[in-house]
C-alpha cells in the first residue's frame, strides 16, 4: 500500500498543481492513497468548502491541516459533517472537527490519518504527546496502518515524536515549515519519518509569499500584504510504502513534480489514449 502526503498547499498556484497533476502523479507513482496538508489553499491561509471539495474530486482521499485551520471559518460545517478531513488532535473538545478519521483506499482497505499541532513556536495547545496516546487508544485494533502529519516548526520537536510512536504508526510525517528536509528514513520498530515533507505552491518565493513583500515588512516594518507568489510551481510531498498485514513501513522515498512534468506527463497519457483509440 503506498501512501503520498502532500505538503502545504499554499494558495491558488499550489491547489492548481493538485487539481492539474494529482491524477497522473498517482497513475505514475502508483499511488493507493493520498493525505493532502490544505491548510494554506485558501489565498495562502485557510481552507474553504469549495477549495475542500476541489482536492477531494482531485484525487485527495483524507484532508489534514493546522495552525492557519479555521482562517476561513465556513470550513467549520465541512470538518463536522465530512470523514474525509481531520481538525489537529490536541485541539479542544470543542473546536470543529474530529480529532482523528478512518478512510477506506480504493481496494478497501481502512487508513487511519490524524493530525497533531506541535508546541515550540506554535500557539499554545494541549500536549501532543498524550494526545497521540489517546487518539491510538480510540482507533480500532484491526486499522493497521496509521498515518500521522505532525505540524510543527522545530525538527526537535519532530524527532521526539517520532520516536515516541516508532512501531506504533505506520508514519510520523511532518508539514507546515515549507521546507522539505534530507532525513526520511525508517525507524525500528518500522514507522517511516521526515521532519518535513515540504510545499506545494509556488518556490521562487519565501515559504510561498512574494519575496518583495516579506522583504519589505521584515526589514523597514512597513505593513505589506503578503500576497501569493507565483513562479516555479512544485508538488512536494513524500511516499511511504506500508505492508497492510501489521502496517509497518518498508520504503519511504521524496517527490517533487514541477509543473511542466505535469503537463508533460498529461500530453503523454493523451497520446497513449490517442493511439489506443
Ligand atoms: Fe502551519
Ligand atoms: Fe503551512
Redesign the pocket.
Known amino acids: 500500500m503506498r501512501i503520498l502526503l502532500i505538503g ?1 498547499i499554499v494558495g491558488k498556484p499550489g491547489r492548481q498543481i493538485v487539481v492539474q497533476g494529482l491524477s497522473a502523479i498517482r497513475e505514475r507513482e502508483a499511488v493507493d492513497f493520498v493525505i493532502a496538508n490544505a ?2 489553499a485558501d489565498g495562502g491561509s485557510g481552507l474553504t468548502a469549495s477549495h475542500y471539495r476541489a482536492l477531494i474530486d482531485a484525487g485527495a482521499d483524507c484532508i489534514t491541516l ?1 495552525d ?1 485551520i479555521y482562517r476561513r471559518f465556513e470550513i467549520a460545517s465541512v470538518l463536522e459533517s465530512e470523514t474525509r478531513v481531520v481538525k489537529p488532535a490536541n485541539f479542544p473538545e470543542q473546536a470543529p472537527g474530529r480529532p482523528w478519521t478512518v478512510v477506506e483506499a480504493r481496494d478497501g482497505t481502512p487508513v487511519c490519518v490524524f493530525s497533531l499541532l506541535g508546541r515550540v513556536f506554535m500557539k499554545p495547545v494541549d500536549c501532543p504527546f498524550q494526545a497521540a496516546n489517546r487518539v491510538l487508544s480510540e482507533v480500532p485494533a484491526d486499522v493497521k496502518i496509521r498515518i500521522l502529519d505532525f505540524h510543527a516548526e522545530a525538527t526537535s520537536d519532530m524527532q521526539v515524536m517520532g520516536r515516541h510512536l516508532d512501531g506504533r504508526v505506520s508514519a510520523v510525517l511532518g ?2 515549515t ?1 521546507v522539505t528536509t534530507a532525513d526520511e528514513q525508517i525507524f525500528p520498530g518500522g514507522t517511516a519519518f521526515q521532519c518535513d515533507v515540504g510545499m506545494t505552491g509556488p518556490h521562487e518565493s519565501i515559504l510561498g509569499r512574494r519575496i518583495d513583500r516579506v522583504l519589505e515588512t521584515t526589514i523597514s516594518f512597513r505593513p505589506t500584504h503578503f500576497h501569493v507568489a507565483k513562479g516555479d510551481v512544485r508538488l512536494n510531498g513524500t511516499l511511504v510504502d506500508v505492508d497492510p498485514t501489521n502496517g509497518k513501513a518498508v520504503a519511504i522515498r521524496r517527490l517533487s513534480v514541477a509543473m511542466d512534468e505535469v503537463d508533460q506527463m498529461k500530453q503523454s497519457s493523451c497520446s497513449a489514449e490517442k493511439n489506443s483509440s
Open positions: 502545504d491548510e494554506n493546522g492557519h508539514t507546515h515549507h
